[in-house]
């Protein structure tokens, strides 16, 4: 199983950006994804998750309005597009995948499959 992060880089305090999860690998329809951040020192943070088919989105309270979740159970690709970032917005981003659920967790140990990150820097 391969979860494959793109789309990170530098972008000034308002701006936008769109990461993409491409997957291999996995049943990509059979389980709902996520996105998480960290910065070093901190805890893995809960960002946005999308169920299996799109049905449900769920959001952290800081990034409602913001940001976008969403997939594509034809090219195996979750997405999240970021608007308005903010510098305290700068991490690694994950992507990652959920047990087979009908929900969407918050939790980063309930999910299975990691990739490896991507990192978005937001210069004030």
């Known amino acids: 199983v391969q979860l494959q992060a793109s789309g990170g880089g530098l972008v000034q305090a308002g701006g936008s950006l769109r990461l993409s999860c491409a997957t291999s690998g996995l049943a990509f329809s059979s389980y709902a994804m996520g996105w998480f951040r960290q910065v070093p020192g901190k805890e893995r943070e809960f960002v946005a998750g999308i169920t299996r088919r799109a049905g449900i989105t769920k959001y952290a309270d800081s990034v409602k309005g913001r940001f976008t979740i969403s997939r594509d159970n034809v090219k195996n690709t979750v997405y999240l597009q970021m608007n308005e970032l903010k510098p305290d917005e700068t991490a690694v981003y994950y992507c990652?995948?959920?047990?087979?659920?009908?929900?969407?967790?918050?939790?980063?140990?309930?999910?299975?499959?990691w990739g490896q990150g991507t990192q978005v820097t937001v210069s004030s």
């Open positions: 990652a995948a959920d047990r087979p659920t009908a929900g969407v967790s918050t939790t980063p140990s309930d999910y299975v499959y």
